[in-house]
């Protein structure tokens, strides 16, 4: 299993990004895809979650009404739209796939991409 994750950069507050991470070796209509992020000098957080199937969508508290998940499954990618960014969602973002039982804890997981860096900063 591959992910590539692009997308990220700077961009100043309340402005919008949107992050992709391509798979390979993993069918997205089948497992599910987790994004995470990591601040400096913080422990990583998850951020959204998209499930195989039926596509069901997980936001963490933070960044509810601004990030919007979705995938293609004709291009295997899956996206995290990101608006009206702080300041506080500068990190590496990273995506990662599985068949988690529990979406927001990382060692669910089996694969993870390399990670992108979005910075929000005037």
């Known amino acids: 299993v591959q992910l590539q994750a692009s997308g990220g950069g700077l961009v100043q507050p309340g402005g919008s990004l949107r992050l992709s991470c391509a798979a390979s070796g993993f069918t997205l209509d089948r497992g599910a895809i987790g994004w995470f992020r990591q601040a400096p000098g913080k422990e990583r957080e998850w951020v959204s979650y998209i499930s195989g199937g039926d596509g069901r969508t997980l936001y963490a508290n933070s960044v509810k009404g601004r990030f919007t998940i979705s995938r293609d499954n004709a291009k295997n990618t899956v996206f995290l739209q990101m608006s009206s960014l702080k300041p506080e969602d500068t990190a590496v973002y990273y995506c990662?796939?599985?068949?988690?039982?529990?979406?927001?804890?990382?060692?669910?997981?089996?694969?993870w991409g390399q990670g992108t860096q979005v910075t929000v900063s005037s």
């Open positions: 990662a796939a599985g068949w988690p039982s529990i979406p927001a804890v990382e060692s669910e997981y089996d694969d």
